[in-house]
Every structure is written in structure tokens, then in C-alpha cells.
């Protein structure tokens, strides 16, 4: 029992001077980037210099730093979630604006992520760690005393070592798909196809998302008035950004062709963000999603909605020029 305890006591100290997600601090040297980004997201919102936070799904991933400076200034900070939540948008944005002097927060509230109920988190890549999020730095001893945390440390030193050849995800390439798809309108239309014929086996877990019966009204309502809007009103010194990214129009027809209703509440659930958020001085809002230049440039997605980077760009690009912009009078 008492080498037990020793062990245990070694591996914690190891985590805890390597510092693997950099949860503690910022690396000194060249960092591991997991791409598991609901347990490294948390020690960048911590430990980085920014004053721009870009929180979304994976529609987003694909900005790379360098890219989004002339969009959102010097200093901005990626904290992308694939497949995330608003729940756990949530989570990393509260996490953020409690670490660090955050002026504005741009936020792509993707569809899929108002889905179920308003404390759902995805556990695609293993449990998730919410003790990354509270602030009981007690409950914290999880990263510490964790085989996945050890595991990772030791990654590090092998490479401090020279032990292994060097691989490392770059900051700059963190969470990036882009090399591994293209893009095309048939692969849209294959994707369609797969979703309505209730074909998943390439991606099981990625049902949920398209089950239009998590995707109604009270679920829409639940997530703006828990994870939406209280965030807002508590933060009223930072301006919140907020767009609706664009999907291709078979991702609303997949969902009306299961319940018609899903698709109207979703227009009804736009109306009600619009009206309870602009109620707000520090609060803007943007639309794409009934643009039909991105409706229907099938070739400029990978699948239902997910479109290449140049759209992104584009997006940013119109957002800063004020173009697209949502009001009472024209939603």
C-alpha cells in the first residue's frame, strides 16, 4: 500500500511539472497539442493572451490563427468544440472570461448544437472532464491522478528525450480537417442520402444530430435562455458577436423530411434569439444561413454543412463590413 501511494504520488508530481494540456501553465517549450479539445481547450482559455475569443463547432475549425488576425485583431483565441454543445460552449466561454479581460466574442451558434437538452455534452472523445470547468480547484486533482494525463506526460518527455521521433499537432494546424476531405456536390448529395435512408454505420454517433425530435422548439428555447443569454447579460463590458453559420439547403430538407415542425420551430427559435438578444446594447447578430449564395454552391462543402475555408473567410470577412446583419425588422 505504501509503494502504491509513492507511485501515485510520483506520476501527480510528473503531471504536474510537465504540464501536458498545459492546464497549470503556458509551455515553455514547444507544446503537445491534444486534439481532444474538450481537455485542451481549458488551459489555453487559461493561460493565453487574448482579448478576441472565436467559440463555435467544427464549421469554424479550419481559421488558422494567422488567418483570423485581419478578421478579429492581434489577439484572438480559437476554443472551436466539434460536435459541441451550447452547453459546452457554455462551459469554455465562461472559463475564458474568467481568466482573462475578454473585449469581444464571436460565436457561431450552429443549429445542431441547440439540440436536446440544455446541460447535453458530447463524449465523442472520451468522458467529459468537468473538472476542467469548475472553479473548485479541488476536484481539479482528476488531471493529475489520471491515466490519460500520465500517459501524455510521458509522450512529452520521450520527446524532450529525443526518445521518439517528434510529433507534435502545430498550433496552427490544431483541429483541422481540411486535408482530409474534399469537397463537392456529390458528396453533398451522398451525405443527404445516408442521413434520410437512416444509414449511420460510417459515423454512429453522429444519428443524434440529425434525430429531428431532439431538434424542437423547447429544446431551441431551453439552450438560448440557459447557455445564451445569461452569459450576455452577465458580461455586459464585452461585445458578443453572434452568427448564424451557412448550411446548404438539403441539410434543412433532411430535417423536414423526418418532422416539417422541426424546420419551422428552428425559424421560430431565430426569432426568439433575435428578440431576446438584441435586447442586449453589447450584442450583434449575423445571418447566412438564408443567404442562397451559400445555400446551393454545393461544391463548396464537404457535406450537408460544412463548407471549405474560403466561405468562413468570406463570412468573417461580410461580418466586418456590417453586412448580413439581423434586427427585429428583418429577421
Known amino acids: 500500500f505504501f509503494f502504491f501511494l509513492v507511485l501515485a504520488g510520483v506520476c501527480m508530481i510528473m503531471v504536474y511539472v510537465v504540464d501536458p494540456l498545459q492546464f497549470v501553465r503556458k509551455s515553455s517549450y514547444e507544446p503537445y497539442w491534444s486534439v481532444e479539445q474538450r481537455y485542451q481547450n481549458p488551459g489555453v482559455a487559461k493561460n493565453y493572451n487574448y482579448d478576441t475569443v472565436l467559440l463555435g463547432t467544427s464549421t469554424i475549425e479550419n481559421l488558422r490563427p494567422e488567418e483570423m488576425k485581419p478578421l478579429l485583431g492581434e489577439h484572438s483565441v480559437k476554443l472551436a468544440l466539434s460536435a459541441g454543445s451550447l452547453y459546452e460552449q457554455r462551459l469554455t466561454l465562461q472559463l475564458a472570461l474568467r481568466s482573462q479581460p475578454v473585449q469581444t466574442v464571436y460565436w457561431g451558434l450552429d443549429y445542431m448544437a441547440f439540440g436536446g437538452p440544455s446541460d447535453r455534452v458530447e463524449e465523442i472523445q472520451g468522458p467529459f472532464p468537468n473538472y476542467f470547468y469548475e472553479q473548485n480547484v479541488w476536484s ?158 454545393l461544391d463548396r462543402y464537404m457535406d450537408m454543412l460544412h463548407s471549405d475555408k474560403e466561405m468562413t473567410l468570406q463570412i468573417f470577412a461580410e461580418m466586418k463590413q456590417g453586412k448580413r446583419q439581423l434586427t427585429m425588422e428583418n429577421v
Not at 196 to 205: C, E, L, N, Q, T
Request: glycine share 2%; no cysteine; charged share 20%.
Open 140 to 297: 481539479q486533482w482528476k488531471y493529475f491522478f489520471n491515466y490519460s494525463s500520465l500517459k501524455d506526460s510521458v509522450m512529452v518527455l520521450a520527446d524532450a528525450l529525443k526518445l521518439r521521433p517528434a510529433y507534435h499537432v502545430q498550433e496552427t494546424l490544431r483541429n483541422q480537417w481540411l486535408n482530409q476531405v474534399w469537397f463537392s456536390r456529390e458528396r453533398v448529395l451522398q451525405n443527404y442520402q445516408k442521413v434520410v435512408a437512416g444509414d449511420f454505420k460510417d459515423a454512429p454517433h453522429t444519428r443524434k444530430y440529425y434525430d429531428a425530435q431532439q431538434h424542437r422548439w423547447p429544446y431551441f428555447k431551453n439552450h438560448i435562455d440557459t447557455n445564451l443569454l445569461p452569459v450576455i447579460a452577465q458580461n455586459p463590458q464585452t461585445e458578443f458577436v453572434l452568427f448564424l453559420p451557412p448550411y446548404t439547403g438539403w441539410f434543412y430538407r433532411a430535417y423536414w423530411q423526418q418532422e416539417p415542425a422541426a424546420v419551422q420551430e428552428w425559424l421560430l427559435a431565430r426569432t426568439y434569439l433575435v428578440r431576446q438578444a438584441s435586447a442586449y446594447p453589447n450584442v450583434r447578430i449575423f445571418d447566412f444561413q438564408s443567404d442562397p449564395r451559400f445555400l446551393w454552391e
